[in-house]
């Protein structure tokens, strides 16, 4: 069996996080992804979470580059250009995230492409947007969160902005460079012509956040932050973290009455809501001091024998042994040429009828470089030796 996307092709230009994240997605779903990268390598080939480089190789592209082949192509060379025009007029699919306009530049934008390519489906990922008043700034995770409001929602009250802790705004811009293209793939097939599609960093980390924009704009008064961590902006008791003698555990929307007689809180067994917002604080406070008093285990089983919705806040380090993350077989090992043994974070869905079990590591830099030139440039082994003595190429 193969993917549900068996017979794509993608064509990757994108570099850094929401491209590559989105089309290791599609590649984990059967898609051929041909991942174009300058001489140089991803910008994340030089760049690395931790400043983690195992094996030379960074932690960074290792994490979003499985089950993809590379070339590399020096694109402002005459010869590489063309190379790029022969791939991107047998893919189905084209993936870039430059700032809007450069590849229009090289000759390679939406509206070239789609002269020898009709029915290509050509997805731009942008910081900010393609045109508008920040289109021409830099765009990245960080600028993103803070143009859409994020970092102020993060934290306690007295506290500075807090960012979220991952790249929030690339992941969900992934998300929906993968739904926009596979929706604009579906278009195809009823009309025969693919189309242009545009997703940025700012409008996907203000759709994530539909709930807390529209309780804004309905209400009279803006959210303020907790005072001592009860929840969010947005939430109010008993949602939150709480301690242990071991650990900590989270609770979410539950009567406070029904926690209040587990942990034997009199002051509390009148308080039907499960989201009180005013006082919340209070709550939370003479929470804290009965769930303090128990071992994090002996506390989760106790709640979930009365149905209290809780869990284990896990340490990082922790996730992988999780009971359920490892029946979920959510982390993989993998061989890797240079970094040897890796462990990788696996596709998220399964299919009844389809696999999803293809799991190469991430490829070097201009491994496939040769291959791919023959097969979509139709180029003979001695023009690829040509041009890789030249540096237009790199394998």
């Given amino acids: 069996m ?148 994020l970092p102020n929602l993060q934290g306690n009250i007295d506290d500075p902005p807090v960012p979220v802790g991952i790249s929030i705004a690339d992941v969900s811009a992934s998300l929906h460079i993968v739904y926009g293209a596979l929706a604009a793939v579906v278009e195809r097939s009823r009309t025969g012509l693919g189309q242009r599609v545009d997703v940025s960093l700012l409008n996907s980390i203000i759709a994530v956040q539909t709930q807390e924009f529209v309780a804004t704009l309905a209400s009279a008064e803006p959210p303020t932050r907790p005072g001592d961590g009860a929840g969010n ?41 499960k989201n009180v917002m005013t006082g919340r604080e209070r709550i939370k406070g003479l929470l804290d001091a009965k769930t303090a008093e128990w071992t994090r285990d002996d506390l989760l089983d106790e709640l979930l024998t009365h149905d209290v919705w809780c869990a284990p806040v896990n340490d990082f380090a922790d996730v992988p042994k999780d009971p359920q993350v490892v029946h979920n077989g959510m982390f993989r090992t993998v061989q890797h040429p240079l970094a040897g043994e890796i462990t990788l974070v696996g596709p998220p869905i399964a299919f009844s009828s389809q696999t999803t079990d293809r799991f190469d590591a991430p490829p070097l830099l201009g491994a496939d470089t040769r291959s791919i030139a023959e097969e979509f440039g139709s180029l003979r082994p001695d023009e690829i030796e040509s041009l890789l003595t030249k540096g237009v190429l790199r394998g």
């Avoid at 064509?11 to 989105?22: E, V």
Wanted: proline letters at 7%; aromatic letters at 8%; hydrophobic letters at 45%.
């Fill in 233 to 273: 902006a947005f939430t109010g008791a008993p949602y939150g973290v709480y301690p242990t003698l071991d650990g900590w555990i989270a609770i979410a929307m539950n009567p406070v009455k029904l926690l209040a007689e587990v942990l034997d809180i009199p002051e509390l067994l009148g308080e039907e809501s």
């Fill in 2 to 149: 193969s993917g549900p996307l068996d017979g794509l092709v993608i064509a990757d230009f994108s570099q850094l996080l929401q491209g590559p994240f989105a089309t290791q997605a599609m590649a984990d779903l059967g898609a051929r992804v041909i991942k174009i990268e300058p001489l140089g390598g991803d910008w994340t080939r030089s760049y690395a979470m931790l400043n983690a480089y195992p094996g030379g190789e960074s932690i960074s592209y290792l994490a979003f580059n499985r089950n993809k082949e590379s070339i590399a192509i020096d694109l402002k060379s005459p010869e590489g250009l063309e190379l790029a025009r022969r791939i991107i007029a047998r893919a189905d699919i084209v993936v870039e995230n430059f700032r809007p306009g450069v590849m229009d530049r090289l000759g390679i934008g939406y509206e070239a492409s789609k002269v020898d390519n009709p029915g290509l489906v050509y997805v731009a990922s942008s910081g900010f947007g393609v045109d508008g008043p920040y289109a021409k700034r830099p765009g990245q995770d960080l600028l993103a969160q803070s143009v859409a409001g």
